[in-house]
């Protein structure tokens, strides 16, 4: 129903900050909560944010807590990620994803919906 399209990615040095974002179509994007995730070789996919339907909630990982921010523009049919003060711990494949869900779910299991990804790449 919904279609997601990440963007943003790319190389930057530790301590630089970088935006995503998350492209969605559809009319009914206000009614989908939205998250983002990242998942690094040989690793799970782990949770990173996430942000209710009117943006009013947000739930972050303890790992990128007070680093990254979450927000949405409904306006515009996006979603951004905005990434401060990287590591190289940060590097992976980040996605972002859509449930129905009204809530700031930190639940993988909730979300429906997922992008292609975008390569975030942290170099020292």
């Known amino acids: 129903q919904v279609q997601l399209v990440e963007s943003g990615g790319g190389l930057v040095q530790a301590g630089g900050s970088l935006r995503l974002s998350c492209a969605a179509s559809?009319?009914?994007?206000?009614?989908?909560?939205v998250g983002w995730f990242r998942q690094a070789p040989g690793k799970e996919r782990e949770f990173l944010a996430a942000?209710?339907?009117?943006?009013?909630?947000?739930s972050y990982a303890d790992s990128v807590k007070g680093r990254f921010t979450i927000s949405r523009d409904n306006a515009k049919n996006t979603v951004y990620l905005q990434m401060t003060n990287l590591t190289p711990y940060d590097t992976a494949v980040y996605s972002c994803?859509?449930?129905?869900?009204?809530?700031?779910?930190?639940?993988?299991?909730?979300?429906?919906?997922w992008g292609q990804g975008t390569q975030v790449t942290v170099s020292s």
């Open positions: 994803a859509a449930t129905p869900f009204r809530g700031a779910s930190m639940t993988i299991t909730q979300y429906n919906y």
């Open positions: 942000i209710s339907t009117t943006g009013r909630s947000t």
């Open positions: 559809g009319r009914t994007f206000s009614e989908y909560a």
